[in-house]
């Protein structure tokens, strides 16, 4: 499900936020933009899960 993918990315964001750790921030930035683009190509649907 999108919706545990996506807590998960921002549950990392904060923890890598505090230690200011730039780098896994901007890759979890870009795994949230890969999945931002899945989810519009039609991968996940509303009705899944």
């Not at 730039?22 to 519009?40: F, G, H, P, S, V």
């Amino acid at each position: 499900m999108w919706e545990l993918k996506v807590a998960r990315i921002l549950r990392e964001i904060l923890a890598a936020g505090s230690k200011r750790d730039w780098d896994r921030m901007i890759e979890l930035a870009q795994e949230l933009e890969e999945l931002a683009k899945e989810c519009r190509d039609g991968k996940f649907r509303e009705n899944e899960g």
